[in-house]
């Protein structure tokens, strides 16, 4: 579109075609730069403070992991990740918000999901989010039904284990992507 308006703008000052060429170039550049995804996502956005700056690490992006960012204010540093994750229904979208200091999850928040209304939604629960925060990434986590005997362990929603296995196994792509982001 913008390259025929142009193109007939062009043409009517009497313009050649090297000069047409040379606009649409300019075009093409400026239409694959604008287009990069190098904008920060609004979920992180929403969670961010104004005195924090935010780069975003898209080489350390993949099909599950849509989101990686360095967030700092000189005192506290955070990797802040957005996966997508399948639950038993659909996909479970998330964010995982790492401290770079204490290596341990800070918090995940559950962006969206289509999980079941009487178990598998119990995911955004506060109590359920809870048994993540402060966990080091030096553990895989996992899932377990009744109890956890252990510190990498994550008690699953009672009814709903698909859906806590897809939350544990979505944080376990973010705690091993924040070690490739640490370079460890």
Do not use: P
């Not at 043409?11 to 606009?23: Q, R, S």
């Not at 969670?47 to 700092?72: F, M, P, W």
């Not at 009814?159 to 376990?172: F, L, P, Q, W």
């Amino acid at each position: 579109m913008y390259f025929l308006f142009i193109s007939l703008i062009l043409l009517k000052e009497g313009k050649t075609f090297k000069n047409i060429k040379f606009a649409f170039s300019i075009m093409i550049i400026v239409f694959l730069l604008s287009s990069c995804d190098s904008k920060i996502h609004k979920e992180v956005n929403e969670v961010i403070q104004k005195d924090q700056t935010v780069n975003r690490l898209s080489e350390y992006e993949d099909d599950t992991i849509y989101g990686v960012y360095h967030v700092t204010d000189g005192k506290k540093e955070e990797c802040i990740q957005l996966v997508s994750q399948k639950g038993f229904v659909d996909e479970i979208k998330m964010m995982v918000i790492i401290d770079f200091k204490e290596d341990e999850i800070k918090e995940i928040k559950i962006l969206s999901h289509n999980e079941s209304q009487d178990y598998g939604a119990l995911l955004t629960e506060k109590w359920f989010l809870e048994r993540f925060k402060g966990r080091e990434t030096d553990d895989i986590l996992n899932v377990v039904k009744m109890s956890a005997k252990e510190e990498s362990q994550i008690v699953a929603i009672t009814g709903a284990t698909i859906t806590s296995e897809g939350v544990v196994k979505g944080v376990n792509q973010c705690i091993n992507n924040y070690k490739r982001v640490k370079g460890e």
